[in-house]
């Protein structure tokens, strides 16, 4: 819980749930493990307030409860982590990778529930066909059982899962301890029917909301509530596992630098290779399970059709590359060839730290910094004569790199009394602790971009909720028939100034947009990398 | 006979005498004569004055005093060399001896202090009228550029005092590197380039496109932008800041005695690589770049002059590019 890392939650919170849940969350990150009374008073917010915040961060999975920690009978305990509410921040790229993957319904389903953090899924299925219906054209709807069967698939390639049951009932009854499925962390449970897709009866089409039955139509949404038909998988509630989306993330960014490096052809190998372990390896196994040749050729698409010795030998200069994205695990079977996911990240992180220093300082400190990771530790005059730069710019340029913490100086003494002219200084990059200094920077990056945003959208707040006062007035107008002349009177209410700032404003803001994405792709590497050298 | 008895009286009677003939055997033995020689041709000759005879010679500077393992051992001088330091005293003489040793590398003017124990006015006004007497020269060191080392006029001062083919005038010509540099990674991206489109199988598409470090010598070589001789050496050392580079990546290989360009049974193969990733997302944004993103501090009471809201990077980047 850095502090970059709390202000960004922060931030991340206040946009999705409003400022009352943010200082709530804030409040629990920084303090650990809190009961509801504490909380109460050191946040001093009525309890009402206090309490909802509670449920809608419970709801979405940010905040566990657990009882105390004085034992059974003691209050329960709340807390709640830094990385769940980071993952607010990757909520699009989820998205985005679903629409790939499944196509709209899939898109929508995750959306679904992102927005709302656990659902049943028939309340799902049901939403889902709805808006899928409501952009369809006239006469078509969609049907439950598409989205269903697209539900199942999600379920199936685990990229949604069961919520864990919740124990809150035998907390009561002092049998807490009896339930191991409470987890401590909001972490990713593996009870057994995590991944069973539900007995679900849904027969139907998905409703569309016409405008005209803006009224009624609330009061059917209230209807629906009230008429809740059962469907068979009450309390099955369901959440989208983020686990899965960042194995498929890493396994992305494996295949595009084995594209990047070698060619497209070795990228398709190493990409059957990653499916065919998908769900035989483990989170945070160092290299996939080993696979025989024989197998990776039939399980080639068919649109490649390389012959059998073409095969085998795009293997060997796969595991001959010096990048290692792929090893030899023996001989049988025509070959077994294991995926090193570990040292694929760890070059990944690698080159990402280069990119880093070869923009922010040029190439040839970019230069000086692979010579040192290459070579460990290096004397100044050393670096010099590898690098082949002049004294005088290398010393700059090293001080430099110094300065900002990417190198670091080791010395060794030749005499006890560490005599700066009987010592030798030598110049070393640690990539571990490089990398985590660089993960805070791309912290606070984001953070700068959110509050930048925020920032512009308040000053233009008047000017944005004139557009959409004209807007609604125009979309009323044209529904009940209004003639061109009175459509175009109300739109010459934005006068032609005001035009160009909200263009211009909309385009910040889109910027601003997508540098969030752009940075926590790089955050992604970064995280997997650190995780990674954690577990091993 | 009677030379020789002349000789004999001659010997007993005057040093002048005993000094020629040491002289003469001097020129008998052209490698030196220790005591034992002189001893067995004057056998009556008393230490005391064959000690005198020789301090006589050796002052003069007709002899030279050479120490090798089994004693003393006096040679004959070079007369030219004698007339070269006629009006020197023993102290040039002695400096002048301590440079010479030191070969074309030089030495430094306080390791000839410590070497002939003079004082350091001594050595520097010596070594002053040596230089105008044009028999030796200071030669600026490249690696400590206050440094200047002594060796004798005639002599090529030593690779490492003048830092070799990349120095020219202990200048380091940074231009010239580059220029290799870049020629160097233009010739191994074609040769990769040319294996890519032959679309034969892989292996012979990446056997094909590298290229062992003496064809890059030779290319180089051949291209004629160098006016100093480059060795193999020189063109690896250029490669090897390639790889730092990250543009190049280099692969050893066995290869038999006698196959061109192999050292020592082994070969460098280079090739040209592409990078792994694009530039990351971070470096994508102003902050990532932003040389004062330490002190972006963000305190709701007071507004910081680069804070964010006002931040000129995010402000011209948004401005000045159109989508």
Redesign the interface.
Known sequence: MTAQEV?LCGLLLREHFGEVVEKVGRHLIRSGAQNLRTLLHETGISIDLVKKSLCVLVQHGVCVFSSGRKGPGSPTEYRTSCDRILRILRYPRYIYTAKTLYGDTGELIIEELLQRGDMTMSSTVKTVADRLTQNMEEGRSMDYSEVSSAFSKLVETHFLQRCPPMAAAATKNGAASATPATPATPGTPSFPDCYRVPHVTLIGKGKRRLSNEDGEDQRSAKRAKIDSETHGDEGIYWQVNFERFHLHFRDQAII??VA??L?Q??SEIVRTMLRMSEVTTSPTATCTKPLSANEIFRSLPSSYNIARP?LD??L??LVDD??EFVGKAGESGGGMYVVNLHRALA??AR??L???V???FG?RS???F??LL?KRHLEQ?QVED??????K?AKDMLYTLLSQNLVQLQEIPKTPDYAPSRTFYLYTVNQLPTARM?LQ??Y??V???I??RL?ESKESKRLLEKSQRIEAILASLQASGAEPEQLTEVEEMITAPEKQQLE?LR??IN?LDS?E??????IF?LESYINSTVTS | MADVKVKKETNLSEPAEVENRIKELCQQFPHGITDQVIQNDMPHLEPQQRAMAINKLLSLGQLDLLRNSSGLLYRMKDIQSTSKMKGSDNQEKLVYQIIEDAGNKGIWSRDIRFKSNLPLTEINKILKSLESKKLIKAVKSVAASKKKVYMLYNLQPDRSVTGGAWYSDQDFESEFVEVLNQQCFKFLQSKAEAARDSKQSPMVQRNSSFATSHEVWKYICELGISKVDLSMDDIETILNTLIYDGKVEMTVIAAKEGTVGSVDGQMKLYRGVNPVIQPTGLVRTPCGLCPVTHTHTHTHTHTHTHCVRGCPCLTSCFLSSGV
């Not at chain 1, 994405?517 to 790089?522: H, K």
């Open positions: 202000r595009s630098a990047n490096k060619d052809t070795s073409i030998q795009y060997t200069l010096p990048m070059n990944l080159a990402t280069e990119s880093v070869q923009e922010r190439s970019a230069r000086i692979r010579l290459r005059k590898f690098a082949m730069i002049p004294a710019e660089l920077n791309c606070k990056t953070a700068n971009l509050e930048r920032f211009s385009l910040h910027k540098a994405n752009q940075v926590d792709e790089t590497l």
